[in-house]
């Protein structure tokens, strides 16, 4: 199944119309540093991100600066309506990991700051109506499977929250996604290269596991390109269908400066800002 054919009872990923705002930025949440949440206060208009969809995203927009020089992508991590809002702003997370200017220029944001936001952009994941679910999650590739986690828990698809990390600094927000998959029916398994939480090791010996007792019925990944990889060698392995957020770098964000190509198994190009990010784990030509 390609990630955006839409199947009886599955949801197709793609959301609501595109818009560039300002959105004010309410506070930044060591998760701790260098990971963080970042919450927004976004405008009615601004549309709800299906599971998947990202925004490009730049700190203080009106300041005449050379770093960064473009908006960065981030995964919607969460959204839901604004407290006590009476005119349909809504309250919109991102969770960043500091790596340069552009997502430390976004932590170091202060609670009235601006942050443009343009999204929701890009196809989401297909979501699958019965089985039980893998998602397998690198450090801050967590990201882009909350919403995930929380439309699977609202069609009582069971899953696992596969989280790996260098160590436990990296499994930041491990408490929510915890939650929602032992709410699901299923397990939270966590892996660490330095055994110091989870299994000792890498988090795809934990896929491989599960894959062998037939465990899953779908996988869904995020995360460095190397775990998604496998990821995918490992579900082609056993016959799993399965679906990858891929973070290519990008310029623009919907599909017009062409630098964010993926090259897919039937020798065709595709953008991954337009095209994906999430694309079928059978299709990318790893
Ligand atoms: C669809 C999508 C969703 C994303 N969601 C998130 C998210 O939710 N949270 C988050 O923290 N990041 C996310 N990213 C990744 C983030 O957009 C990039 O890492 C971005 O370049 C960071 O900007 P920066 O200015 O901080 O660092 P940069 O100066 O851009 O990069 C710093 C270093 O990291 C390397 N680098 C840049 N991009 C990547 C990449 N994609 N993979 C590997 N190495 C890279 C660069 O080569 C450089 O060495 C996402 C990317 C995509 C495409
Ligand atoms: S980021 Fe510009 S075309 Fe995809």
Not at 17 to 34: F, G, K, T
Request: proline share 6%; glycine share 12%; with cysteine.
């Amino acid at each position: 199944m390609g990630a955006q054919d839409v199947a009886s009872g599955e949801c197709d990923g793609s959301g609501t119309a595109v818009q560039d705002v300002l959105a004010e930025v309410l506070s930044v949440e060591p998760l701790p540093l260098p990971y963080y949440a970042l919450h927004l206060k976004v405008p009615a208009a601004f549309g709800v991100s299906a599971p998947g969809q990202f925004v490009m995203a730049m700190a203080s927009p009106s300041e005449l600066r050379l770093k960064p020089f473009l908006r960065r992508a981030f995964s919607v991590f969460d959204q839901e309506p604004l407290e006590g809002a009476t005119n349909g702003e809504r309250h919109i997370q991102l969770f960043g990991k500091i790596i340069g200017p552009g997502t430390s220029s976004l932590a170091e944001c202060r609670p009235g700051d601006e942050v443009a936001v343009l999204g929701p952009l890009g196809v989401g994941f297909t979501l699958p109506s019965r089985g039980r679910a893998a998602l397998v999650a690198g450090g801050v590739g967590s990201a882009a499977l909350l919403l995930l986690q929380r439309a699977l828990s609202e069609r009582s698809v069971e899953h696992d929250f596969l989280y790996g990390g260098r160590s436990t600094v990296d499994l930041a927000a491990s408490v929510t996604f915890a939650e929602l998959a032992r709410r699901s029916g299923g397990r939270y398994l966590p892996s660490t290269e330095d055994g110091s939480t989870g299994h000792h090791g890498l988090i795809t010996e934990v896929l491989a596991e599960g894959l062998a007792e037939s465990r899953y019925q779908h996988v869904f990944t995020c995360g460095p390109e190397g775990l998604m990889r496998a990821v995918a060698r490992l579900a082609a392995a056993h016959d799993c269908p399965g679906q990858a957020a891929l973070e290519t770098a990008m310029g623009c964000g919907y599909g017009a400066c062409l630098g964010c190509a993926v090259q897919m198994v039937n020798g065709e190009i595709q953008l991954c800002c337009k095209h994906g990010p999430v694309f079928d784990l059978a299709e990318v030509s790893w």
